[in-house]
């Protein structure tokens, strides 16, 4: 099941393996890098069916850091495609992941320090969030996004559309996760607005909404849209698993076509309960009550347990993120172990182990 094709919309991934977006704080001014080419490619040769890039911001204060990569420029467009070229010509399907960081914009890459804070005298700039509350007392106090800027955000978002699909990207995924700008709005311990874009359900989620129809409409009908989402807040009082599913039924409606389940981000000192498979049962929630097709991600690791979350239909498609980097290569062994059918890239055939005999 893992290597059977799948088919969302007019796309097919040649399997359910899906290398979940990872910033690589590798760029300058957004521009997609050599690292780009050579890390997303690899994971390309390596067997995945879906290559998504890290997070790319819309707009430059939606960056998480002042390296991440962005969509917020024409200029960005050209490397991204020789990036898009190469992952199609190894038969992967190429995805970039869309994203505003808000609040949580304008930090140091993780293995700077000391960490933190980016001055704008040190090329940071002053996020943008719901309210002026900082995401914990180390970041930048944001200011307050107003219904016109909402406005302009908005149309950032179409243009990204317009560069992803001019860069040769078939699926986007919009980042509605991890305490970034969306997931901002859609928490009730961040949005504390009083206007039609806080209070109520209905007006904390109206942003993911907006974004999702502003997104689809450029977005060609053939191409599959996601959206990764936090699941929860993992604090009493905060997001949770019943408004994920409904959000998702929401967000199905605007034209999106797969929801991505991880969770927290939102809350500095949540305490999360880590452990192999523990966001699983969302993608299997949401999926079941929400009737959308959904991602499993976080601390998968082996092909047995990416086998066990399709047969047992809790997801239907696998993101890994960490196992992907220590092994590009991950789906042409996973193959080999699951006794799968997978070819190999021409150049490494020789190196492919003979398939086991197969047991009557
Ligand atoms: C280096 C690194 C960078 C990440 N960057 C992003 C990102 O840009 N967007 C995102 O949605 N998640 C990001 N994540 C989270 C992963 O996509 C994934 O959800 C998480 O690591 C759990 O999956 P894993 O246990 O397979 O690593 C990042 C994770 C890592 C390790």
Request: proline share 8%; with cysteine.
């Amino acid at each position: 099941m893992l290597f059977e094709p799948y088919t969302l919309r007019g796309l097919t991934l040649r399997n359910r393996l899906v290398v979940s977006p990872m910033c690589q704080y590798s760029s300058a001014d957004g521009f997609a890098s050599d690292w780009h080419l050579v890390h997303l490619g690899s994971r390309a040769v390596g067997g995945a069916g879906l290559v998504f890039t890290e997070a790319s911001a819309v707009e430059a204060r939606g960056r998480i850091s002042p390296e991440d990569l962005g969509i917020y420029k024409d200029e960005h467009v050209e490397k991204l495609a020789q990036i898009t070229r190469f992952i199609k010509a190894q038969g992967a399907v190429p995805g970039m992941q869309i994203a505003h960081a808000g609040r949580k914009g304008s930090t140091r890459r993780p293995w700077e320090s000391p960490p933190g804070t980016v001055s704008p005298a040190e090329g940071g700039w002053i996020p943008v969030g719901p309210t002026t509350e900082p995401f914990a007392p180390n970041y930048p106090v944001p200011t307050a996004l107003d219904e016109r800027e909402i406005a302009t955000i908005l149309r950032a978002y179409a243009d990204a559309a317009r560069r992803a699909l001019a860069a040769g990207f078939e699926i986007a995924e919009l980042h509605f996760a991890h305490g970034y700008l969306v997931h901002e709005f859609y928490s009730p311990l961040s949005n504390t607005r009083t206007d039609r874009y806080g209070g109520s359900f209905e007006n904390r989620i109206r942003l993911a909404l907006e974004i999702a129809a502003a997104f689809r409409a450029v977005w060609p009908e053939d191409r599959p849209l996601f959206a990764r989402i936090s699941s929860t807040d993992w604090t009493p009082g905060g997001w949770d698993i019943e408004a994920s599913v409904e959000l998702a039924k929401r967000l199905a409606a605007a034209g999106v076509d797969l929801i991505d389940c991880s969770s927290g981000g939102n809350v500095a000192d949540a305490r999360i309960p880590m452990e192999p498979l523990y966001q699983v049962p969302f993608a299997e929630r949401i999926r079941r009550d929400a009737k959308v097709p959904t991602g499993a991600v976080g601390l998968i690791t082996t092909p047995e347990q990416c086998e066990a979350i399709l047969q047992r239909r809790q997801a239907d498609l696998i993101l890994m993120a960490r196992e992907f980097l220590r092994d590009p290569y991950f789906p042409l062994s996973a193959a080999g172990e699951l006794d799968a059918e997978i070819s190999w890239p021409k150049q490494y055939e020789r190196a492919k182990p003979a398939r086991r005999a197969v047991s009557s």
